[in-house]
């Protein structure tokens, strides 16, 4: 076991904050261990430290880089993990309290409530054996353009996931994002075509962030939008690149995309009142932002900021791991295929477990 490894271990046992991470196509392990077990919120952007935000609310928990150890390693791919076979079980209760909810989402769209809102939902699933440093180890060799993490606070319980989506990520004043929705599974197929639909639940999410984005950045680009795999998934993406106007524009871009329409929905206030009414559970920190903020801690330069939204992840709570999965829903949504497309996102998790 490595020094990062024995460090989680003793952190764990001593109930102490800590966060794993490992970035898109990197071959570091970053390890922040908190020397305390204080839960600390974020009071202005300018803080240096990794965030761990919530769908809803303004406290947002943050490991502050002053009060942490900083380990850095390398990946050496020494395991070798088969990938579990996953196979369809359907809980008949859940999709049919889950297909109620896309009905009355796409009801309040017929209406004019909103153009399009994300519905989630939680799954269970009984953990026989659970080892951190192996589900770690899984997520980076199954998933290597993904944001994998491993965040434990003693206040907040422990979080893993590997997300495909950056939220935003800022080097002085270069800032980039992504729009990334519509979702099929990936067969053997490499050319995937997509359903006007898909195109639509997409469109929006670019038009939400590029919207959102217009007073506070100048020279903005927008790429084609294209097809890109996450695990056993393809979505649509779009590459959103500017300039900020100014450093201090950091918070108000921030507030003002999160959490996007990749997750909410379009407009962004009315969408998230029907989630917080309807969905009948907290998605405590799915759907969140997560990341270093103000600092990049394998190199220590400041002034970069680099967030993803906390996507294809679960909670880790006694034997049993909770997986959070949601789909974006339009008017054209059918609520049965909406059900499957979360049971296709949960295999993200069920593959390491
Ligand atoms: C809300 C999730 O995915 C979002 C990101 C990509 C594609 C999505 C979709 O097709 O609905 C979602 O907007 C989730 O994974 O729980």
């Not at 803080?47 to 761990?52: L, N, R, S, W």
């Amino acid at each position: 076991m490595t020094d990062l490894f024995i460090k989680v271990r003793t952190h764990q046992e001593q109930q102490l904050p800590f966060v794993l991470y490992a970035k898109p196509n990197s071959d570091k392990m970053i390890g922040l261990f908190q020397k305390n077990d204080h839960l600390y919120f974020l009071e202005d952007f300018a803080m240096k430290g990794f965030v761990f935000a919530p769908f809803d609310g303004d406290l947002m928990p943050y490991i502050p880089q002053k009060q942490s150890d900083v380990y850095v390693e390398t990946i050496v791919e020494t395991d070798y993990f088969i990938a579990k076979e996953v196979l369809p079980e359907i809980d008949e209760t859940a999709k049919i309290i889950f297909e109620n909810l896309v009905k009355r989402g796409v009801e309040a769209i017929n209406k004019g409530t909103f153009k399009k809102v994300v519905l989630s939902r939680k799954e269970e699933v009984l953990l026989r054996q659970f080892d951190i440093e192996t589900v770690f180890k899984k997520l980076i060799s199954f998933y290597p353009t993904a944001f994998k993490y491993c965040f434990f606070h003693p206040k907040i319980g422990m979080w893993m996931g590997a997300t495909p989506e950056q939220f935003l990520k800022i080097n002085q004043r270069a800032l980039q994002t992504v729009a990334l929705a519509g979702t099929q599974i990936a067969t053997t197929a490499e050319n995937v075509s997509w359903s006007e639909k898909e195109i639509e639940e997409q469109r929006l999410v670019t038009e939400f962030i590029t919207t959102g984005l217009q007073s506070k950045v100048s020279e903005m680009t927008v790429s084609s939008p294209y097809s890109i795999k996450a695990g056993n998934l393809w979505h649509i993406k779009t590459d959103i690149t500017a300039i900020v106007k100014s450093k201090k524009a950091k918070g108000e871009i921030i507030k003002t995309l999160h959490p996007t329409s990749a997750v909410c929905g379009l407009p962004k206030e009315s969408a998230k009142a029907f989630i917080l009414k309807n969905e009948n559970y907290d998605r405590e920190y799915y759907s969140g932002f997560l990341g270093e903020l103000n600092i990049d801690f394998a190199t220590f330069r400041t002034e970069q900021t680099d967030l993803f939204v906390n996507l294809r992840c679960m909670k880790i709570v006694g034997d049993m791991a909770q997986l959070f999965i949601g789909c974006g829903i339009t008017k054209d949504s059918v609520p049965a295929d909406e059900f499957t497309e979360t049971g296709n996102k949960s295999i993200t998790m069920k593959k390491v477990l």
